[in-house]
């Protein structure tokens, strides 16, 4: 079983807002655009992403996605991490990009 | 504690309540073929044979004094008894059960002892039927299946009152993205805690959502609309414009007419109003330049199949 804190422990991923920490990620989407997200997404997803605002963390709280990791060196600001306190969703920042870590998180889900 | 084999003591209440208030009696098969001491086995074979019994009680009037079972029948065919009469061989120390008793006690007797049924016997100790475990499938889920229809009524009941009429409405800014999702986080919200299925509530998310970015990406400011029923949940975007050019386009899935800036948030993928379409069980939208209306209904009663 993959938690969002299993997450955190993948190489330079800095664990920026720690959610649920047992949550249970099952899941993965990688995408920038807000409304393909919200349209495709499945519930205990963690979402691959630039979109570093708060809006991102509204969009993750409405169709269940449990951890968003922020790629490209992207940082949260702090408007985004006090959201995602609020809907208990984990923010997870990296200097990947998306392709890396969709294929590293891919791995720690065994979809390889 | 007896366990039969489910535990009495912190089994849901339902069942326990269904083994405890269902009697021998409503579930025993009381329609019984006897035959008397002096019948043979050969004919008692023969009648079972007949009837498709496996076990017939041997009485005297509404005394009961023994039963032969295929067992007893095969025992006398292979040592030549065959035509003696059942008194000579029936099993006559019997364990019997009162028809007053409730089915939890059925149900033990069976876990505990190798017999396939049991006699029951009223107050005045007369025959008046035999249990198996047939019957006690048969007569638990019938009861089951009236005890679990009773609590899926009962809990759609809960929800319906808790929402009848219920109306919210939220002012959108244009521009907004701060408060952006605030509409949408609330009507989740208030599902989630009226205890709808977790799939309705995701669609309701959705509709709610793109169309609330809707009016903060692409109006002048508007307003958002739930009001809940106890049947559906229906949601209003209205904005002061300055409407949709072609609706149709609109509703393609990747066109969008929102600026870089607006992209760079995460918006315009085009896929707002598809996704409000393809969760709405009715959808209409209207636009003229002094505003634009979209109506979604999402039906709250009836889990529908519909995916997202």
């Known amino acids: 079983m993959l938690t969002v804190e299993g997450l955190c422990e993948l190489k330079g991923y800095k664990c920026a807002l720690l959610g649920n920490a047992e949550d249970e990620v099952t899941n993965c ?40 990791v922020l790629c490209n060196g992207r940082t949260s600001p702090e408007d985004m991490r006090k959201a995602a306190k609020d809907e208990g969703v984990t923010i997870i920042e990296t200097k990947d990009n998306q392709f890396s870590a969709s294929w590293k998180i891919a791995g720690l889900l065994g979809l390889k | 504690m007896q366990t039969i084999p489910i535990n009495t003591y912190n089994s849901p209440a339902v069942v326990l309540e269904l083994i405890y208030q269902i009697k021998i009696k409503d579930a025993m098969t009381k329609n019984l073929i006897t035959v008397d001491e002096n019948t043979s086995l050969r004919q008692i074979q023969n ?14 009037g509404k005394h009961l004094l023994g039963i032969i079972s295929v067992d007893d029948i095969i025992q006398a065919l292979d040592f030549g008894y065959i035509e003696d009469i059942a008194s000579k061989h029936m099993t006559k120390n019997l364990i019997v059960l009162e028809d007053d008793m409730p089915i939890s006690f059925a149900i033990s007797y069976f876990d505990r002892f190798k017999f396939h049924r049991f006699p029951v016997l009223n107050k005045n100790k007369e025959l008046v039927g035999m249990i198996t475990n047939r019957d006690i499938t048969n007569s638990l889920l019938m009861e089951l299946n009236k005890a679990v229809a009773n609590l899926e009524k009962e809990q759609a009941f809960n929800v319906d009152k808790k929402i009848i009429n219920q109306v919210q409405s939220f002012t959108v800014k244009k521009h907004d993205f701060e408060e952006a999702g605030y509409a949408s986080t609330q009507v989740k919200k208030f599902l989630k805690k009226s205890g709808f299925p977790a799939k309705i509530i995701r669609r309701a998310a959705i509709a709610c959502y793109e169309l609330e970015m809707n009016i903060v990406v692409h109006s002048e400011g508007g307003e958002i609309i739930a009001e809940f029923s106890p049947e559906e949940l229906v949601i209003t975007a209205n904005d002061c414009g300055p409407g949709i050019k072609d609706i149709n386009l609109a509703l393609q899935k990747g066109w969008s007419t929102a600026d870089e800036w607006i992209r760079s948030l995460g918006f315009g993928a085009g896929m707002g109003l598809p996704n409000v379409q393809s969760v709405s069980d009715d959808f209409s939208i209207t636009s003229s330049r002094e505003g634009t209306c979209v109506i979604s209904t999402i039906k709250l009663t009836k889990q529908l199949d519909k995916e997202v």
């Open chain 2, 47 to 60: 009648l079972m044979k007949e009837k498709l019994l496996t076990g017939i009680p041997i009485v005297n």
């Open chain 1, 29 to 68: 989407y990688t995408g920038d655009l807000l409304s393909d997200v919200m349209g495709n997404a499945e519930e205990g997803s963690v979402l691959i992403t630039i979109q570093a605002h708060k809006n991102t963390i509204a969009v993750a709280s409405l169709v269940g996605i449990r951890a968003v």
